[in-house]
């Protein structure tokens, strides 16, 4: 992948103006974005800490990284991580299902049944 990319920048020619460049960033950490995401689903954690190493050493930042981070600790079992990052995303959006579950699921792995048991009764009453 990596020498693929090499090869695609060499063979790429000049650079394009600023403001393309710009959007062809946005458009490239969008990509890596969904290949982190696709890493963590199938389970590949490795391939998926390098992408988001790589975007947030590029300045991308904002929710869908956190979305992705959050989810990357739940998948990596580091339940105190995935907690405190879904606790920041459902402060913006206290109301979601998924976000609830997943901390109400962090917390019941970290043995605090209380918090899991709020948690998990706003996630099923949400969906």
Same mark, same amino acid.
């Given at each position: 992948?990596?020498?693929?990319?090499?090869?695609? +920048?060499?063979?790429?020619? $000049?650079? $394009?103006?600023? /403001? /393309?460049?710009?959007?062809?960033? @946005?458009?490239?950490?969008?990509?890596?974005? @969904?290949? !982190?995401g696709q890493a963590i689903a199938a389970s590949r954690l490795d391939q998926a #800490?390098?992408?988001?190493?790589?975007?947030? @050493?590029?300045?991308?930042?904002?929710? $869908?990284?956190? #979305?992705?981070?959050?989810?990357? !600790? *739940?998948?990596?079992?580091?339940?105190?991580?995935?907690? &405190?990052? *879904?606790g920041g995303l459902l402060a913006s959006h206290p109301d979601e299902p998924l976000? +609830?579950?997943? !901390?109400g699921i962090s917390a019941l792995r970290l043995g605090r049944a209380a918090d899991?048991?709020?948690?998990?009764?706003? !996630?099923? &009453?949400?969906?």
């Amino acid at each position: 992948m990596i020498l693929g990319l090499a090869l695609s +920048l060499a063979l790429a020619g $000049p650079a $394009p103006p600023p /403001a /393309a460049a710009h959007g062809q960033e @946005a458009a490239a950490s969008q990509v890596s974005l @969904a290949d !982190a995401g696709q890493a963590i689903a199938a389970s590949r954690l490795d391939q998926a #800490r390098q992408i988001l190493g790589v975007a947030l @050493a590029a300045g991308v930042k904002g929710e $869908p990284v956190d #979305r992705l981070l959050a989810d990357l !600790a *739940y998948a990596s079992g580091d339940y105190h991580q995935a907690i &405190r990052i *879904y606790g920041g995303l459902l402060a913006s959006h206290p109301d979601e299902p998924l976000l +609830l579950e997943r !901390a109400g699921i962090s917390a019941l792995r970290l043995g605090r049944a209380a918090d899991a048991t709020a948690l998990l009764d706003r !996630a099923t &009453r949400q969906a």
